[in-house]
């Protein structure tokens, strides 16, 4: 009996050890809160955000645009693209924006690259949230229009004529865009690409980021 | 104050701890039961949800694999599987459709049923969930088990759905998904604890945890009588005055308070 005691206590001792351990050493804390605490899980939920193609100028908490997209907006539309490492959405989506940008790079890599897209550049920003810089980060919330809070989601960023100033203007789209194949989904990330790039070429001599 | 109620009280104040991030608290903790990260107020994260995480697609992400493991090692280790007994959310809904299950049982079908051979066996279900829905297909395909939970529907989907109407839409899984929900919900109100019986992979985690835990329920059998009020009353339909240490048990206490002889007692080591 003693020796069961004994067992037990050292059992408990360990796990509690390393469970503080954990805490402390390894930011398991953190982690878990960020990656699956914070960010809504949509296969937990079985449900896709609706997807509206509607642009709007104003971010989501009315805070401005960052810096490394009004920047970019002077060289065409910004297309922000953002993913976690475990997601079964992003897992759909990736392919298809690589083929639309004809780019390759891996889930994990930061990328970023101005491509020439129809009569435009676009500027194509991947934002894995588990392998990024705080400024990539802290721009989701930024674009999170409908406060999903979910992944994947696409941000395309244009140019639009608010009240006689030129200002930025996004669209944002959810998950794998409420369509069930590949093809349709392409298409429908083609069409909003082509509506943004019409978009900037109207306004962008009115332009001025600063 | 009656032990039961004490329990129901203990469970009420659980709940809520549970779903504290209705006024903002979200913390960075596994629950050690079965609770999913995406009901809006869900306060931490679903065990079953990081090991999946851990494995997804052959990576290996070891600190999500240790954390939820360690978290209801620790439980586990103190008080057994009393966490399914006492504090789970799940559990509590179940203690709440046992009364419908309770009266289902006295049918002869389900007596047959219940008192069948193969019953025991049966309750291996949730280990299979446990390997096979959790860890393999995570490890070979992805999400297969988060996709069809039953109680991330309850817990997520329905509460998402009521607070932003027209925000959402159904993904592929939704169907499947749903006829899930249904089964589970049938199989609550059929049968007492059923979900934790035969298919929680929480509780299959837990379970083994009982052979070795501080916290116990003892029979003593010098001085049963064999009147099986115990075994009527338990929620789990264990064999309580042949049980020693029962992975099944959960730890409410009605065997205890049931016993006439007042044989049946918690120990602790």
Redesign the interface.
Known sequence: MKK??L??IT??VV??G??VG?LVA?????????????V???????????TIQEFTFDTANNAPHPYFVTENLTKGPVFLHYSE??C?GC?IMFPIVKQIFNIEFEKQDMFSKTIAYGNANITYIYINLDHTINILEESFPLYDK?D?GGLPMFTLVTLGYDHGIVRPYYATLY??L?V?TDAERIVLLQEILTEGIEMYQQNKAGYHPH | MKFQLKRLYFQLLLFFTTNLGAIGLKTGFCYPFFYCQACPAATSACPLRALENSIYKQSFEWRFFVYPLLIIGFFGISTGRAICGWACPIGFLQRGTGRIARKVKRHTIAQKLGTHRMEKYFRYTKYFMLIVFVFLTSLLIGFIFTDICPVGMLVGTFPILLLNPGKFVPNYFFPVALIIFILFIILIFLIERGWCRYFCPVGALLAPFNKVSMLYIKVHTEECLHCNICSNVCPMAIDVPNMHRDPECILCGKCVNACPQKQITYEKV
Do not use: H
Not at chain 1, 28 to 38: C, D, L, S
Not at chain 1, 40 to 50: D, N, T, V
């Open positions: 069961q005691i067992l037990q059992a408990l796990v509690s390393l469970f954990m390894a930011n398991a804390y953190e982690e878990t809160k960020a990656r699956i605490v914070e809504l899980c949509l296969s937990c939920i079985k449900l896709e955000p609706k490492d475990v079964a897992e409908d999903i998950g794998t409420n069930p």
